[in-house]
């Protein structure tokens, strides 16, 4: 409901004057211009001009990334610091939004708050957005007085974990898009290239190498069944988005498989501990009771195989168990996490273990897709090599042995 209300909503430039006499000018969300003129007046300012927003030829898009969020969270907490009200750096951060869409939902948000919603409120209702994690810090912040610094650890905590997100991003997606290129230049090899030179050796009248005839059976076999082949691999990989959007079960078992694989499981792991121990800092120097922590910090780790066991952790605190042996049950953790979080535990600071934790981690991450980077690079163009040098070879067999024979 609350996207609904986002969308419908339209962005209006109004001047006007306030009760002092001075020139003000901004931008409201609302359904008509009517609507616009009597909040204005409401908030003592009286209109002078009012028009909708047009939307620019380059206008930014209409999707909302976490890094939307994570700048917008700093945006915030950089206003706040530095004195300015709280509707007003809605207003200033807003209006120079260049993502149209990122715009109308910090707009929307100002007017919740102008209504006399507090911010955990306003916040709550775009869930898309902005999870329980979010929420929950910033009403602790509300309640302790304290906005302004939660929104900073907040902010905090959004550039850790996106830039967590884009390395494992990166370590994922580079090997896939080079080995795309690859198959795509293969493909096209066997479909317009290898035919030409099939034609060549039908006039030698002799024998082909055997490794030349497996590659022109190939093209043969790509020509005639491709269409088969594609409707396949389409239908393989939407019924793998599909199940792995929808099906529990599904992207359990394959965060689970993923943590087991060579090279890139040991990196994921990482990646759920570093998440787990920036989310526990950030959630327990808030003040949010342990309990009450894990479960958002649960939902944070990325991962299912970790959801699970933090969800497993949290009962097991409820009951009066220690989080360093509840830690230790769930077989996810390694020994030197388990007692930085001990001694955290027992010298009344795992505000900032945890955050040392999370440091170090985030740091071996880092190092371990640089590493892998760096690893991958000759591993792929030798792969790349042998596919596209393996064509080329194949096709020029039969005339290195026609030379020969000559």
Wanted: proline letters at 3%; zero cysteines.
């Amino acid at each position: 409901m609350a996207n609904t209300a986002v969308a419908s909503n339209t962005p209006f430039l109004w001047e006007g004057t306030d009760r002092n006499g001075k020139k003000v000018k901004g931008k409201s969300l609302a359904n008509d211009e009517a609507t616009v003129r009597s909040d204005l007046r409401r908030q003592g300012v009286v209109p002078t001009r009012i028009k909708k927003q047009s939307k620019g030829l380059f206008s930014g898009g209409g999707k909302i990334t976490s890094g939307d969020i994570s700048i917008f969270s700093r945006q915030l907490a950089t206003m706040l610091a530095a004195g300015i009200p709280l509707v007003q750096a809605f207003e200033i951060v807003g209006n120079g939004h260049e993502n149209a869409a990122m715009q109308k939902l910090i707009l929307s948000i100002k007017s919740d708050v102008e209504g006399g919603s507090s911010l955990a409120e306003a916040l709550s209702k775009q869930p898309l957005y902005f999870d329980d994690l979010f929420v929950n810090l910033v009403e602790s912040g509300e309640q302790a007085g304290a906005l302004e610094s939660l929104l900073d650890k907040i902010a905090t905590y959004k550039e850790k974990t996106e830039a967590i997100k884009k390395k494992i991003k990166k370590a994922l997606t580079y090997p896939g898009a080079v080995l795309a290129v690859a198959f795509v230049v293969t493909t096209i090899l066997l479909i317009f290239v290898i035919p030409a030179f099939e034609d060549l050796f039908q006039g030698f009248g002799a024998d082909l190498p055997t490794f030349t005839r497996m590659v022109i059976d190939l093209s043969a076999f790509v020509r005639t069944r491709g269409l088969i082949i594609v409707v396949i691999i389409v239908a393989a990989v939407t019924a793998f988005l599909y199940f792995k959007k929808r099906s529990r079960p599904f992207r359990h078992f394959l965060d689970r498989l993923m943590l087991k694989a060579p090279i890139i499981g040991p990196i994921l792991q990482k990646a759920s501990i570093a998440r787990y121990a920036r989310t526990l800092s950030t959630m327990f120097a808030a003040g949010v009771p342990l309990v009450e922590a894990l479960e958002s910090v649960a939902g944070a780790t990325g991962n299912i195989v970790y959801e699970i066991g933090v969800l497993e952790m949290r009962d097991e605190v409820a009951t009066g168990q220690r989080l360093q042996q509840s830690m230790e049950n769930t077989n996810l953790f390694p020994n030197m996490v388990i007692q930085m979080i001990a001694v955290g535990e027992e010298s009344g600071s795992l505000d900032e273990m945890s955050s040392k934790v999370a440091d170090f981690y985030e740091a071996d991450v880092d190092d371990a897709v640089d590493n892998l980077s760096s690893l991958l690079e000759p591993l792929i163009m030798a792969i790349l090599g042998v596919l596209v040098g393996g064509l080329v070879v194949a096709m020029y067999l039969p005339i290195f042995k026609l030379g020969a024979v000559v």
